[in-house]
């Protein structure tokens, strides 16, 4: 079984009285109250920070449930059954659909929140603190 959450927090500074950052976890083998795998997607404002990124975007950059720096994460949506498993496929070939993941910028986008909205689009609108949320993001044509 497979579950998707979105996650967002607060970003440090300034930043963080108007704006979060959202990323999406890809939990696996759920049984109960315990998981299997739990990976973590995200596109971050420093390309190639760790083994298992393609430029911006990034998996398993942080521990699932770490802040950004400004106070613990939040829950903010979860799917279950085929709706997580359509959202998993997203997101998982992101690092070959996704379009901005050699480009960043605050704003007005791409950015974090760019790509979280892209891929939960058809289930949810992200928060107004959601800064980048409404950069367009063009279909790629495969």
């Known amino acids: 079984m497979h579950k998707v959450e979105l996650r967002a927090a607060k970003i440090p500074g300034l ?13 696996r083998g759920i049984e109960g109250r315990q ?3 739990c990976d973590r ?5 420093h390309p190639h920070q760790n083994d298992s990124c393609w430029g911006h975007l990034h998996k398993n ?9 400004n106070g613990q994460s939040q829950l903010i949506q979860q799917w279950e059954g085929s709706d997580a498993l359509l ?3 997203k997101i998982e070939s992101s690092p070959s659909t996704y379009p901005f993941i050699r480009k960043y910028r605050y704003w007005p986008g791409p950015n974090s929140n760019t790509f979280a909205q892209w891929i939960v689009r058809d289930k949810i609108e992200l928060g107004v603190r959601a800064i980048g949320k409404s950069f367009p993001v063009p279909e790629m044509v495969r």
């Open 15 to 27: 930043t963080g009285i108007v704006a979060d950052h959202y990323w999406l976890l890809v939990l």
């Open 87 to 89: 959202m998993v496929e």
């Open 41 to 45: 997607w995200e596109v971050w404002q």
């Open 35 to 37: 998981y299997q795998t």
């Open 61 to 69: 950059l942080l521990d699932p449930y770490q802040g950004v720096g």
